[in-house]
């Protein structure tokens, strides 16, 4: 009976969490680390800059030049507030051109911040990150040149640069790939607890930091994946199936032989 009044107030909660979340939104910002040149987009206050397009609260589109590089068909996407099952931040048809000629490399962060999310609704959950590149034409050096993915939660629902800092963050997970062939690379999963469920909330910041050369040109998508933990009684749901499922099939081997 405990365990089902429990549930009947996360619910509750939940419902709450969802309906105090229209205003869920994403925020993309791009900056050359060498001029400080930075542009950003917040689907929340509208009115951003030139060569952003805001498809909807969740969905942003960029294209044009910040500092040294180019930028062309950047999207953030995600599925604010969550569903019951998942709750996903990406960035997809990130392609960034280095577009002077100075020597040395120069750097582009990109962060994606989603804000608002309220499911799923299990005090632990994991989180998940991937990535992949694609060289596109130009010249590459694997000892200079990368592309350093990390992503994090804040059980706070806060997403300033503070807020994510390695001290705040619930989470922290991330992977290197160098640019000079097409890779991917698997940031892992980590679980961590959202101590408030539905209220505040919790938010995810994904970021790609670009160290080019000059003329260089790479292609990259990145993936963020937060998911309840499975309960202990699930768990061994699964497991007594899939002993359930190795005894038959012991047993048709047997009766074949």
């Known amino acids: 009976m405990k365990n089902v009044l429990t549930k009947v107030a996360l619910a509750a909660t939940v419902l709450m969490g969802v309906a105090s979340s229209a205003n869920a939104f994403v925020v993309l910002t791009m900056t050359d680390l060498s001029t400080a040149t930075t542009v950003t987009c917040n689907t929340q206050i509208g009115g951003c800059g030139a060569g952003f397009s805001i498809i909807n609260a969740n969905f942003v589109n960029f294209s044009g030049s910040v500092g ?3 930028v062309a068909s950047t999207q953030g996407l995600s599925n604010a507030p969550g569903s019951a099952l ?6 997809t048809s990130l392609t960034v051109n280095r577009n002077d000629g100075a020597l040395g490399t120069k750097s582009l962060l990109v962060n994606f911040v989603v804000f608002d999310f309220f499911s799923p609704t299990g005090v632990d959950k994991t989180v998940q990150g991937s990535a992949s590149t694609t060289a596109g034409q130009g010249f590459f050096n694997a000892a200079t040149e990368s592309v350093n993915t990390s992503f994090r939660v804040n059980s706070d629902n806060l997403f300033t640069n503070a807020d994510f800092s390695l001290a705040n963050a619930a989470a922290s997970i991330g992977c290197l790939m160098a640019t000079s062939t097409n890779t991917s690379c698997n940031a892992g999963t980590a679980v961590w607890s959202d101590p408030a469920i539905g ?3 919790f938010s995810t910041r994904t970021q790609q930091a670009f160290t080019l050369e000059a003329a260089s040109v790479i ?4 993936s963020l994946t937060i998911r309840n933990v499975p309960e202990p009684m699930t768990l061994s749901l699964v497991g ?3 002993v359930g499922l190795g005894f038959a099939s012991r047993r048709r081997a047997a009766a074949k032989a």
């Open 68 to 70: 040294a590089f180019d």
């Open 86 to 91: 998942v709750a996903t931040a990406n960035t």
């Open 199 to 201: 209220m505040p909330g």
């Open 219 to 222: 292609n990259t998508t990145s």
């Open 240 to 242: 007594a199936a899939l």
